[in-house]
């Protein structure tokens, strides 16, 4: 499903560049769940930002579901970013909106109509634990309800991909256990494809299918999660 072809990435120029990502071949087959970890400064944040071209890699090719998105314009691309979702540490969520406008912005910027929208926030509201937080406002949620209102905004699109950004660094213990409780089921009772990027191995042993170790901006281990800590 989601496809890094000797991806590079490479900020500035000249003595100060920095190479954040080097040849990065990663594949993550559809409806798996993929980690990430790797100590602060590795380079997870530039990969993960180079799935959905947030940050455009130097060099290589990045697929998602058979299109290749490092060759789209800019209009193709902007289609193609529908097909993935993205939650991040500190949640996002515009201040002045309700969880209802915030899980409808994005179907709002495609030009959904109003029923439409209903028809997908709703179920997305009840699916996140949050029918009963609709007309509250992201100020009065707690850290994990406010993670769940990105999670369903991160939804809305329908996408076939689910990207985290250290999704449940900022949040207690127990909360990111429900946290990663909602991605898994929505793992499997969507089938989205989900990479996640954490520091936190607890994360990657709790959810995750496989697992790669990014190290210095090289991949420098991926296997499925029994065998990497199971490894001598
Ligand atoms: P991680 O998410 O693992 O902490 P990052 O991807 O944020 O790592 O950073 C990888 C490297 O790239 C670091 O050396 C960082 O300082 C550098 N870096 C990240 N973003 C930028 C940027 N916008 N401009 C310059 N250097 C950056
Ligand atoms: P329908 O056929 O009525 O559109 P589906 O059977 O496709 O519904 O999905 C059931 C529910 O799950 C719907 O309410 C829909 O909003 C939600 N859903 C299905 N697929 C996704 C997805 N990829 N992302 C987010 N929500 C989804």
Redesign the pocket.
Known sequence: MITLDNVSKTYGSGPGAVQALKEIDLQVPKGTIHGVIGLSGAGKSTLIRCVNLLERPTAGRVIIDGQELTAMDAAALRQARHQCGMIFQHFNLLTNRTVYDNVALPLELMGQSRQVIRE?VL??LDMTGLADKAKQYPAQLSGGQKQRVAIARA?AS???VLLCDEATSALDPQTTASILSLLQEINQQ?G?TILLITHEMEVVKTICHRVGLISDGRLVEDADVGDFFTAP
């Open positions: 997908r179920p997305l939804l329908r996408p076939k969507l989205l």
